[in-house]
C-alpha cells in the first residue's frame, strides 16, 4: 500500500470520504479531557462504544453520556441521554460528528486498549 502525502484538498477530501472502514476508526479519535491527557501522554484516541464523552458544540452543548453506537460509515456517533422523540413515541438517538465531543472517561475493559494506552504512557509520544 502507498500512502501519499497530498496537498491538493480535492485528494484530501477523496481519501476522508473513501477511506475503509479501518481506517475510519482511526480517522474517528477524539480529543480527551485535559486530565485524561495529562494521565495517559495522548491528545486524542480513537472512540469506541461505552466511553463516556462530552458534547462541546451543537443544541446539546455540555451534555454528557455514554456513547452507545459509532457509525463509521456516516461518521456520527450516538450517545445515550441523546435523543428525540417520533411521531410513535419511539426513541431515536441523535447523530453527532465526532469531531464535537470530547472524551471524559475511557471504556478500559479491553485489555488491549489498556496496554495499548499505558504503552504510550511510558513512551511519553
Not at 477524539?30 to 458544540?57: C, F, M, N, Q
Request: hydrophobic share 30%; charged share 40%; aromatic share 8%.
Amino acid at each position: 500500500m502507498v500512502k501519499t502525502k497530498s496537498k491538493k484538498p480535492s485528494k484530501q477530501r477523496k481519501r476522508f470520504f473513501n477511506a475503509p472502514l479501518h481506517r475510519r476508526s482511526k480517522i474517528m479519535s477524539v480529543h480527551l479531557s485535559r486530565e485524561l491527557r495529562e494521565k495517559y501522554g495522548r491528545r486524542a484516541i480513537p472512540i469506541r462504544v461505552g466511553d463516556t464523552v462530552r458534547v462541546l458544540r451543537g443544541d446539546h452543548k455540555d451534555t454528557e453520556g455514554k456513547v452507545i453506537r459509532v457509525d463509521r460509515k456516516k461518521y456520527r456517533v450516538y450517545i445515550e441521554n441523546i435523543y428525540r422523540e417520533n411521531s410513535r413515541g419511539d426513541r431515536v438517538y441523535i447523530p453527532i460528528h465526532y469531531s464535537n465531543l470530547m472524551i471524559v472517561d475511557l471504556d478500559l475493559s479491553d485489555e488491549w486498549r489498556r496496554r495499548k494506552l499505558e504503552g504510550s504512557e511510558e513512551g511519553g509520544s
